[in-house]
Each structure stands twice: as C-alpha cells, then as structure tokens.
C-alpha cells in the first residue's frame, strides 16, 4: 500500500505563491498518473492539476496560467506551483497517485489559506 505525504500547505496573501509536494512511500509502483485535488468547506472535491508519467497535464480552468503541476519520475515526487494565489483558492489539497491497474492512493492533504 503507498502512503502519500503532503507538504508545503500555509497561510499566504493574496498575489502570493506557494509549492506543495508530495512524496509517496510504502510499496511503491510508478504510477501511471498523480494528481491534485482540492476541497474548500462546503464544496465538493475538484481536481486541480494532473499529469501522466508520460508528462501530459490537464489543469482545471480556474488555475490555468497560474498553477504548474511537475513530476519527478526518479522518486514519483509531484509538486504544485501555485502562484497568483486567490482567496479562492483556499482549501484543503490532496495528492492523488494512480497506477497503471487502476490502484488509487491519496494522501490526507495539506491546507491553504489566502488571507490578507
């Protein structure tokens, strides 16, 4: 089972920038695609950004041109540039991880506050 653990979650201004990472352990296959997710209370859980090993993204509308997802194939690391942050933005994100066979993983998230 992988176990995948968030980081670099905060408090941050409005127009400020923050770069999550997550960084998987346990019994590790290389996945097919990792992604991020995001839930703000009250509101259902929406994808973010997702790339594929590959190298492939799709971003969600909201953040493109403001957002880049990356992935370090060598440790299935992927981080989330964030940047131009809007109070909007604020929610807990989630790390997906998703192999080839279907298995599913996420992690228990990292908050995000854009408050001035």
């Known amino acids: 089972q992988v176990q995948l653990v968030e980081s670099g979650g905060g408090l941050v201004q409005p127009g400020g920038s923050l770069r999550l990472s997550c960084t998987p352990s346990?019994?590790?296959?290389?996945?097919?695609?990792m992604g991020w997710y995001r839930q703000a209370p009250g509101k259902s859980r929406e994808m973010v950004a997702i790339?594929?090993?590959?190298?492939?993204?799709n971003y969600a509308d909201s953040v493109k041109g403001r957002f880049t997802i990356s992935l370090v194939n060598a440790n299935n690391t992927v981080y989330l540039q964030m940047n131009s942050l809007k109070p909007e933005d604020a929610a807990l994100y989630c790390c997906?991880?998703?192999?080839?066979?279907?298995?599913?993983?996420w992690g228990q998230g990292t908050q995000v506050t854009v408050s001035s």
């Open positions: 346990g019994n590790i296959l290389p996945p097919y695609a």
């Open positions: 997906n991880s998703v192999t080839a066979s279907d298995d599913s993983s």
């Open positions: 790339i594929i090993r590959s190298g492939i993204t």
